[in-house]
């Protein structure tokens, strides 16, 4: 989980469909309310915009609890095959840091997709364990959602 010294989150995933079905899931404010976060969480609202130097904000909803925001920059857009963005908590916890997260689409034969996360590096490993729970359980609901397309 470490590179260059630093904890860091890396996960694959194979889904069950095109590269630029994958990519609008993962980028496209309609389709990331649908998936985006742990189990129980709801996303009221994600403003984005989609391109180098643009920047998002997502606001998140856990079961129990208060609205919180996710807020960062695209760094790199291209479509249908990487995509990178700067990912804060608006009011973090105090053991958090801006991360960069890195999502890289390789097509397999055609009707799959592997994606690759890459995400770090994080202050502490337990925040590293919370973002890796948090990512599998949303990367769950996105192979759900994808199968239903």
């Known amino acids: ?30 389709e ?4 985006w976060g742990p189990e129980g969480f709801t996303i009221p609202n994600v403003d984005s915009d989609v391109r180098p130097g643009g920047n ?6 856990p079961p129990e609890g ?8 695209f760094l790199e857009v ?5 995509l990178s963005y700067t990912f804060r908590w608006e009011d973090p916890d105090p053991e958090d840091r801006e991360t960069v997260v890195t999502l890289s689409l390789r097509d397999i034969g055609g009707t799959s997709v592997e994606l690759v996360l890459d995400q770090g590096d994080f202050a502490t490993e337990r925040r590293r364990a919370l973002h890796e729970e948090g990512w599998t359980q949303g990367l769950d609901k996105l192979a759900e959602l994808i199968r239903g397309i």
Do not use: C, N, S
Request: no cysteine.
């Open 66 to 73: 208060a609205l919180f925001h996710l807020v960062g920059e």
């Open 32 to 35: 990331l309310v649908k998936w």
């Open 1 to 30: 989980m470490t590179r260059d010294g630093g904890l860091r989150l890396h996960l694959r995933r194979v889904l069950r469909a095109p590269r630029p079905v994958v990519f609008r899931a993962v980028t496209e404010p309609q």
């Open 56 to 61: 998002y904000r997502i606001a998140m909803q």
């Open 78 to 82: 291209d479509p249908p095959e990487r």
